[in-house]
C-alpha cells in the first residue's frame, strides 16, 4: 500500500478559472475527509465522505466547492470560479472505520493570481 | 461549535521531556488525536485517546482527562527531528466523524 495520494501538487491559476484535484486514499479506507489548510493555521475540515455517500460538508463552503467520490474510491475536489482567498493546501486524509486516526496525502497547494 | 486551545510555541532541548497541553470546548466530544507535522509536509497521526488515561507509543505519549476536557502530548528523548508543528484535533460523536484540529504548536527542539 503507497498511502494517500494526490494530484496535481501544485496549481497555480488565475482568478476565474475552475480548479480539480483528485485524491486516492488507502484502499481498504471506506472513509475519506477533504481538508484546507493555510500558514500556520490547523487543516479546516471541508468535507467527509463515508464510502460514496457524502455525509457532511462544512458551512464555511461556499457553493463554489463540490466534491465526489462516485465508486467509493478515488475523490475530487472541484473549486470554481477561484478567488484569491482559496490560495491554500488541500488536504485529503483516508481512514477505515473505528479507527483512532486519519492518513493524510502530501496535500495540493493551489496559488490563484 | 468546537474550540481547542494549544500554546503557540514550546523550545525544549534535545533529549529533554516536552509536554503540549490542549483544552478544548465542544458540542459533542468522541475523541482526542494528536498529529506531527514537519514544514511543508503533511500531517502524521501520531496517537488517540476516546478514553481517560494514557496512551503510550514508543517515546510518544497522550493523556486524556474528559471531565477536565483536557489533554496532552508527551514527547520523550527529544531529537532534533522532533522540531515540527503538533496538532490536537477533537472528533465529533454522533454518526459522523467530523474532526476539528487546533492551531498549533511549534516545537524547536534545540541543541
Known amino acids: 500500500d503507497t498511502g494517500v495520494s494526490q494530484d496535481p501538487r501544485h496549481k497555480i491559476t488565475k482568478r476565474g478559472q475552475n480548479v480539480t484535484f483528485r485524491c486516492d486514499p488507502i484502499s481498504e479506507h471506506n472513509r475519506l475527509y477533504w481538508y484546507r489548510q493555510t500558514l500556520g493555521q490547523g487543516p479546516e475540515f471541508l468535507t467527509y465522505f463515508q464510502n460514496e455517500a457524502q455525509l457532511e460538508k462544512s458551512r464555511l463552503l461556499s457553493d463554489r466547492f463540490s466534491a465526489e467520490r462516485p465508486k467509493g474510491s478515488f475523490s475530487t475536489l472541484e473549486i470554481q470560479r477561484t478567488e484569491q482567498g482559496d490560495s491554500a493546501m488541500y488536504l485529503c486524509?483516508?481512514?477505515?472505520?473505528?479507527?483512532?486516526?486519519?492518513?493524510f496525502g502530501p496535500g495540493t497547494r493551489l496559488t490563484v493570481l | 461549535g468546537q474550540s481547542l486551545e494549544q500554546p503557540s510555541e514550546v523550545t525544549a532541548v534535545e533529549g529533554a521531556i516536552v509536554q503540549i497541553n490542549c483544552t478544548y470546548q465542544t458540542s459533542g466530544f468522541y475523541g482526542l488525536s494528536w498529529y506531527q507535522q514537519h514544514d511543508g509536509g503533511a500531517p502524521t497521526f501520531l496517537s488517540y485517546?476516546?478514553?481517560?488515561g494514557l496512551e503510550e507509543t514508543g517515546r510518544f505519549s497522550s493523556f486524556l482527562s474528559r471531565s477536565d476536557s483536557y489533554g496532552y502530548l508527551l514527547l520523550q528523548e527529544l531529537q532534533m527531528k522532533d522540531s515540527a508543528s503538533y496538532f490536537c484535533a477533537v472528533r465529533e460523536n454522533g454518526g459522523y466523524q467530523k474532526v476539528t484540529f487546533g492551531t498549533g504548536t511549534k516545537l524547536q527542539v534545540i541543541p
Open positions: 486524509a483516508s481512514s477505515s472505520e473505528g479507527a483512532g486516526g486519519q492518513f
Open positions: 485517546n476516546a478514553l481517560d
